[in-house]
């Protein structure tokens, strides 16, 4: 195991309140990996207004922002099909889209809902739709929303001003209040975790989990943060690709387990980009290898190896790599679901086999998973010219199986 240079300092909240301003600092849980112990480091928490997802104040936001707040209906009514982008959904369900409208390719869920923002004439907003389906809820207005992610109850939001010298809030929404619990680097990821919501920041990359009560320092590295995948995280450990010889290009790629400053070598040939392509579950991880880059192919797949390290085993049959282009992985108690391009999702058992193909239809985004199903954003053929109402949120089942 190697360790890494000094953490970052955690990142300042994005307000201060004219009564009371002041950052914390606490002792959290310690991870330990090899001789290297880390604290969590805590930041304060801002109180701002309070979002009333019923009723509207036609002057917020509106003199400073431009936003023309009647232009993001309260509801947006739950389609009935996708027939204004014929094939888009496949075997999936629409459970929310916006006639007159856009659709951001990131979603959130909590335990009962979906959550998305919509861009539509003058003015973008987050809403929210139950994820058995049914009218889409207004939340409030965002201006320059570029991450979304949640837990079971909260919702993390990431945004940024005009102003390329400015740093990003992170916004917490919980019941109807939000709170800016932080600042964080303009060009942050951010995603939920098997071990809560991950922000991945700046350059060189620190790690946070984020809660309600502000941002916690989980990871720090000498690293630069655009030659590594967005991370996974157990509660422990955060685990991503990275590339370990830049002389050798895009190809020359491994698997790390990151505990505070200190990181461990799992596994090599894991494939990078930015897209989630490493999940984990309590013993494993599982990643994306090979793939198509720069323009050439390479053989694709899915591997597995233990959390403490050692030999990775593939999960798909190898006569499919020369045809495989993997570009998200995530897991369940029983199996590892992967996108292949835009089109379709597929699921393998954990311990390997013939793979089952779940969804076939438009083009699609980055799925979230839940105990039964998946959710992802679709759209139909792609056009010069974009075609509002031709975006939906659609929910399969994690069990369908296309001939």
Not at 62 to 78: K, N, R, V, Y
Not at 85 to 94: D, K, L, R
Not at 118 to 123: K, R, Y
Not at 271 to 287: E, T, Y
Request: proline share 6%; hydrophobic share 35%; aromatic share 8%.
């Amino acid at each position: 195991m190697l360790a890494l240079g000094a953490c970052a300092d955690p990142p300042t909240s994005a307000t201060e309140s004219t009564t009371e301003s002041a950052t914390e600092t606490s002792e959290g849980g310690t991870s330990e990996v090899g001789t290297t112990e880390v604290g969590t480091t805590e930041v304060g928490t801002t109180e701002v207004a309070t979002s009333d997802t019923s009723e509207s104040d036609a002057t917020t936001g509106d003199e400073t922002s431009g936003i023309d707040e009647d232009a993001c209906p309260e509801l947006l009514p739950a389609p009935t099909s996708c027939d204004a982008a014929e094939g888009a959904c496949g075997n999936a369900t629409p459970i929310a889209g916006a006639e007159r409208g856009f659709l951001d390719r990131e979603l959130a869920i909590t335990s009962t809902d979906v959550w998305f923002i919509a861009h539509l004439h003058g003015c973008a907003a987050l809403y929210r739709v139950p994820k058995r389906g049914g009218d889409a809820q207004r939340v409030r207005l965002v201006t320059h929303a570029f991450g979304l992610a949640a837990d079971d109850e909260v919702v993390y939001l990431l945004e940024r001003t005009l102003d390329p010298d400015e740093d990003a809030t992170v916004t917490a929404l919980v019941d109807g209040d939000e709170t800016v619990i932080g600042e964080v680097d303009r060009y942050s990821r951010i995603r939920s975790s098997r071990g809560g919501v991950i922000i991945h920041d700046g350059l060189p990359s620190v790690f946070y989990r984020a809660s309600p009560d502000g941002l916690s320092l989980v990871g720090a590295t000498g690293f630069v943060s655009g030659a590594g995948s967005t991370p996974d995280y157990d509660g422990e450990r955060l685990f991503f690709n990275w590339r370990d010889n830049p002389d050798k290009g895009d190809l020359d790629r491994v698997l790390l387990g990151l505990a505070g400053e200190t990181y461990e070598v799992l596994a090599s040939n894991a494939r990078v980009r930015s897209d989630p392509l490493v999940a984990v579950d309590d013993d494993d991880v599982f990643f994306a290898t090979g793939g198509l880059i720069f323009g050439e192919s390479f053989p694709g797949g899915i591997s597995r190896v233990a959390k403490s390290g050692g030999s990775s085993t593939p999960l798909l049959p190898e006569e499919l790599g020369d045809q495989l282009f993997v570009d998200q992985v995530l897991v369940d108690e029983d199996d590892v679901y992967y996108r292949s391009g835009p089109y379709d999702l597929f699921a393998v058992p954990k311990t390997g086999g013939t793979p089952r193909h779940v969804w076939h239809g438009g083009e699609s985004e980055y799925a979230l998973i839940d105990a039964n199903h998946l959710f992802f954003r679709v759209s139909g053929p792609p056009s010069e010219i974009p075609i509002p109402g031709r975006e939906f949120i659609v929910r399969v089942e994690k069990s369908s199986a296309l001939p």
